[in-house]
């Protein structure tokens, strides 16, 4: 296990609450967003402002964060490629575990643990932006996306067409059509 940082942004103290069961903190901050917050074709830039508003909750296993981040995004369409700026807003909640409180049993699940007194927020931040965000990403619910044969995007001219291919077992016949005009 490393040792946190507690100047890294997205690294609260919690010693505030004084693991009295039943306190409680309220925080509100903006934070840079951590490289690659998104998928491959939608994501929250690095480095963009990421709003928080927290609750910590000392509870007798540990301290419950309960939370909700908004980020602006931005990406492309899956279908077109045309670039795609939009908002995400998600609410996350996770329990951390007081060290005395862990069992054996902890270190093979994903539970969330406090390191000296520490929370890390980044896991469960990730976890709800992309799971928050569509599969494929589009400028437009009804994107027509891109011509297969020329890449002409098809919102732009939507009466685009080409003709007829030609079966290439007739290729020949249609060389000496062209030959006797």
């Not at 609450?17 to 917050?37: F, I, K, N, W, Y």
């Not at 390191?115 to 400028?139: I, M, N, T, Y």
């Not at 020329?150 to 007739?170: F, Q, S, V």
């Amino acid at each position: 296990m490393t040792s946190l940082d507690p100047r890294a942004p997205l690294v609260l103290d919690t010693r505030e609450l004084g693991r009295r069961p039943g306190s409680q903190r309220e925080v509100t901050l903006t934070v840079p967003a951590p490289a690659d917050l998104g998928i491959e074709v939608l994501l929250v830039p690095e480095g963009a402002p990421v709003e928080l508003d927290l609750r910590l909750e000392a509870v007798m296993e540990g301290v419950l964060v309960t939370g909700t981040a908004r980020a602006g995004l931005e990406g492309e369409c899956a279908r077109c490629l045309e670039p795609i700026t939009d908002d995400v807003e998600v609410t996350f909640q996770e329990l951390y575990v007081y060290p005395e409180h862990q069992t054996p049993h902890d270190e093979d699940d994903d539970v969330s643990r406090l390191q000296d007194d520490l929370v890390d927020l980044e896991p469960q931040l990730r976890d709800a932006v992309v799971l928050a965000l569509p599969f494929q990403p589009l400028c437009e619910e009804d994107c027509p996306g891109l011509c297969t044969e020329c890449g002409a995007r098809l919102a732009d001219d939507p009466d685009h067409t080409h003709e007829a291919p030609i079966d290439p077992r007739w290729a020949g016949l249609t060389a000496l059509k062209n030959d006797d005009e």
